[in-house]
């Protein structure tokens, strides 16, 4: 069988789109716990990736803390992965293409992001793994001067990328609709490239990736026709090579993901991608097939651009989320993809 990419849980959909004005939180130790208890056929998760965020994990957090924090992820037989850093500006980040105050405090937020991710590295429990960032912006906002825009998140980004470096660290940036200056593939490529940085590289989601294909918030980049009909397989296929044919090189950090083709979001989070559950007979994409689009080159052969794959499941109801059996349909999906696109080591 195969042993990479590792797989992975993420921690995060915990905390995003939850709160005091949808439904509670839901701890990290929780999350934990339903990711080591997922198994199918012997076969398990071999980690987690974080949301430096509280009640997760403190920006601030000290040395001896993160420390305690490392061996209680272990006792799980649980490593870390990816970081994301919190770089908003309602949580003590800033907008990349904001004030000078704002972008300072970007760089801040992923400078810490970068210290907890050194000591993870050095404490034995991440081998692997980038530190996710995106620019902080809505759409609207980016629209109103895009190239200007542009200009300003590349050099904010290319700021954290030269922090990131002295931590030896490398940034990946998400690719989701809801965020300006990155919300198309076409976009998003412009900005990657406008950075100017060799540890830059993009976090493909499949979920929200999707949303890349149709338009949404850049109706002139849409893949798809307009009266698209989901049952063409033909046409999505080759969508999906053309989008992931200009996004592939690029990217350094992926999530598998399933998408039923709308958007969604709920508590502070805007509208993206909807992720959905792995057996949710509206989602448009074949997990394990569509995921090789990500994992393979134009040629069929494996890129192995990374040592972990995620899964990413926010904005799931808690209902759902505290039914171990969503983890355990999870976990068969990411073998799935393991199986169909993995390697040994």
């Given at each position: ?38 198994e ?61 105050e ?7 937020q ?34 109103k ?19 990131a ?14 965020w ?8 998003m ?18 979920a ?8 949404y ?15 063409d ?20 950090d ?56 995620c ?6 109801p ?17 073998i ?7 390697w040994?080591?």
């Amino acid at each position: 069988m195969n042993n990479y990419p590792k797989l992975h849980n993420a921690a995060w959909p915990g905390l995003v789109g939850k709160g005091p004005d949808s439904e509670p939180s839901i701890g990290l130790d929780k999350m934990l716990e339903l990711t080591a208890n997922a198994e199918v056929s012997g076969v398990k998760f071999d980690g987690i990736d974080l949301f430096l965020f509280d009640p997760h994990i403190d920006i601030d957090i000290s040395k001896d803390e993160l420390k305690k924090l490392a061996d209680k992820i272990a006792s799980y037989n649980l490593k870390v992965g990816s970081l994301v850093a919190p770089v908003w500006p309602d949580i003590g980040g800033g907008s990349a293409m904001g004030s000078k105050e704002d972008r300072q405090n970007f760089i801040t937020q992923v400078r810490k992001s970068c210290e907890i991710g050194k000591t993870l590295r050095e404490v034995g429990i991440r081998p692997y793994g980038v530190i996710r960032i995106d620019s902080a912006t809505d759409p609207a906002t980016w629209a109103k001067n895009p190239s200007e825009s542009t200009k300003k998140i590349a050099s904010t980004f290319a700021e954290a990328c030269d922090v990131a470096a002295d931590y030896d660290e490398k940034l990946a940036a998400e690719g989701e609709i809801c965020w300006g200056g990155m919300q198309s593939w076409k976009v998003m490529v412009d900005t990657l490239e406008a950075v100017d940085r060799d540890n830059i590289g993009f976090q493909a989601d499949m979920a929200h990736t999707l949303l890349y294909l149709l338009g949404y918030n850049k109706p002139e980049d849409r893949i798809l026709p307009k009266d698209f009909d989901w049952d063409d397989r033909e046409t999505l296929t080759d969508a999906l090579k053309t989008m992931t044919a200009a996004l592939r090189p690029w990217t350094i950090d992926f999530h598998v993901a399933q998408n039923d083709g709308t958007v969604f979001g709920s508590g502070s989070h805007d509208k993206t991608g909807r992720h959905c559950q792995v057996k949710d007979p509206n989602g448009k994409l074949d997990i394990a097939e569509d995921a090789g689009h990500w994992l393979r080159d134009e040629n069929g052969k494996l890129t192995k651009a990374f040592k972990h794959i995620c899964w990413d499941g926010c904005m799931f109801p808690n209902e759902v989320m505290f039914n171990q059996q969503t983890w355990n349909d999870i976990l068969s999906a990411m073998i799935d993809v393991r199986n169909k696109h993995g390697w040994r080591e």
